[in-house]
């Protein structure tokens, strides 16, 4: 049965930091790649980073240069540091893998303010 289990999020101001988890089983986990997505308020979910499964990652250019995407395979989690955080990285943050089908884990909050 695949799981994604994300954690981390929080309260914190702007200029911040944060990093995510996304602690995952059921699947190979190394030969899969990994993506984060967030859902603002009134928004539609919105892609923010992918780690494929050599490494390779691709952000959003509304994360480029703050967030930073990494997996650690021996412990089956994926990580997104997120740095220089502003009011509008307020969302619930989602990571997904497709196997056999979409998997998503139930979001973690992160809220940006003063």
């Known amino acids: 049965q695949v799981q994604l289990v994300e954690s981390g999020g929080g309260l914190v101001q702007p200029g911040g930091s944060l990093r995510l988890s996304c602690a995952t089983s059921g699947f190979n986990f190394s030969r899969y790649g990994i993506q984060w997505y967030r859902q603002a308020p009134g928004k539609e979910r919105a892609f923010v980073a992918a780690?494929?499964?050599?490494?390779?990652?691709t952000y959003a250019d509304s994360v480029k240069g703050r967030f930073t995407i990494s997996r650690d395979n021996t412990r089956k989690t994926v990580y997104l540091q997120m740095n220089s955080l502003k009011f509008e990285d307020t969302a619930v943050y989602y990571c997904?893998?497709?196997?056999?089908?979409?998997?998503w884990g139930q979001g973690t909050q992160v809220t940006v303010s003063s």
């Open positions: 997904t893998v497709r196997t056999s089908a979409n998997y």
């Open positions: 780690v494929s499964s050599i490494s390779i990652t």
